[in-house]
């Protein structure tokens, strides 16, 4: 089949790479205009215009693929399907329509649980046990098509939510590659969602990573997971002694029983450098300081002389 691709994420990577090497052919990426990023704030290409690029594939770049000139160009080629991954844009159904075996999705999560932007990083939040990928077809709600195929994957209890991206975009390909092959024999079957039983991902954002301590460990260490590599989880540092106080990034903790015997407030430090929570305790095992590197707690309490009684608090908006 001839398919156009509209994407951006690194996450439709793998799927691209399975594209190239089928019997299909690509013609045409679609993806978002380049966009801020590094201290520089220097204009980045989206991963998809880059792999483009890498491998001699045309790509263009719209804020919006449904205007008459971006659908022209489209409906030139005679796609006989468009895939749809992390592409940012919602697609209208005039580009829907477009293709006679029409437009498929692959997104992040066992729909419908998890409809939205960032389905991977809420799964891991709110403590499920497993995930997967589903293909769909594009709807005029969001995430709310006809079910082609799903595949499941457990969520371990050490998951962040790059190793789950990472995992998930590996098992997303040959799901596609499969689904395809199903469409262009005719053999595929359509499953309408419970759209009763439907869960929202929504995008994240920076402010979403403030942690407060108050909550309970559990949550905490869920949201650490969650939040990993982006918008990460976290919090101000201050040490008792200076008062001098460092934003850092928690990217590993795990749980401690305790019931706070001394009577802590949350955030604080206990006689065993534990951060003291709303129930139980976190002990940190990964942490990076803003503008420096990942490292281990234990080079984190000797750079910054951490002693009980230190602090952690929420960052204020």
């Known amino acids: 089949m001839k398919i156009i691709y509209l994407g951006s994420g690194e996450f439709g990577i793998e799927c691209l790479n399975a594209l190239a090497a089928s019997s299909h052919t690509l013609p045409l990426i679609v993806t978002q205009p380049p966009h801020q990023a590094g201290r520089g704030r220097k204009p980045r290409p989206t991963p998809a215009a880059k792999w483009a690029k890498d491998h001699s594939i045309e790509s263009i770049e719209t804020e919006n693929v449904n205007t008459p000139e971006m659908v022209g160009k489209i409906a030139a080629l005679r796609?006989?399907?468009?895939?749809?991954?992390?592409?940012?844009?919602?697609?209208?159904?005039?580009?829907?329509?477009?293709?006679?075996k029409g437009a498929v999705n692959v997104h992040a999560s066992l729909l419908p649980k998890y409809r939205g932007a960032a389905p991977i990083n809420w799964a891991i939040i709110n403590g499920e046990t497993e995930t997967g990928i589903s293909i769909?077809?594009?709807?005029?709600?969001?995430?709310?098509?006809?079910?082609?195929?799903?595949q499941k994957t457990e969520i371990s209890e050490n998951d962040t939510a790059g190793d789950l991206h990472d995992r998930l975009a590996q098992i997303a390909a040959p799901l596609l590659l499969k689904t395809l092959e199903q469409i262009a024999a005719g053999t595929s079957t359509y499953t309408e969602q419970n759209h009763s039983e439907?869960?929202?991902?929504?995008?994240?954002?920076?402010?979403?990573?403030?942690?407060?301590?108050?909550?309970?460990?559990?949550?905490?260490?869920?949201k650490i997971l969650?939040?990993?590599?982006?918008?990460?989880?976290?919090?101000?540092?201050?040490?008792?002694?200076?008062?001098?106080?460092?934003?850092?990034?928690?990217?590993?903790a795990s749980v401690v029983e305790t019931s706070n015997p001394n009577g802590l407030p949350p955030g604080t430090l206990d006689e065993e450098l534990n951060v003291i929570c709303g129930q139980n305790a976190l002990r940190i095992e990964k942490i990076k300081p803003t503008g420096s590197r990942l490292m281990d707690f234990?080079?984190?309490?000797?750079?910054?002389?951490?002693?009980?009684?230190?602090?952690?608090?929420?960052?204020e908006r």
């Open 79 to 100: 796609p006989d399907l468009i895939v749809v991954i992390a592409f940012g844009q919602k697609i209208g159904n005039e580009l829907i329509n477009l293709p006679p």
């Open 226 to 252: 969650g939040f990993w590599p982006w918008p990460g989880a976290s919090a101000v540092y201050t040490p008792k002694e200076t008062g001098k106080s460092v934003r850092v990034t928690i990217a590993m």
């Open 298 to 315: 234990a080079d984190f309490v000797n750079g910054q002389h951490t002693k009980p009684g230190d602090r952690f608090t929420k960052i």
């Open 198 to 222: 439907a869960t929202l991902a929504p995008k994240l954002k920076k402010s979403d990573g403030f942690l407060d301590f108050a909550e309970p460990a559990d949550v905490l260490r869920r």
């Open 136 to 150: 769909i077809t594009l709807a005029e709600k969001m995430d709310a098509g006809q079910v082609i195929a799903q």
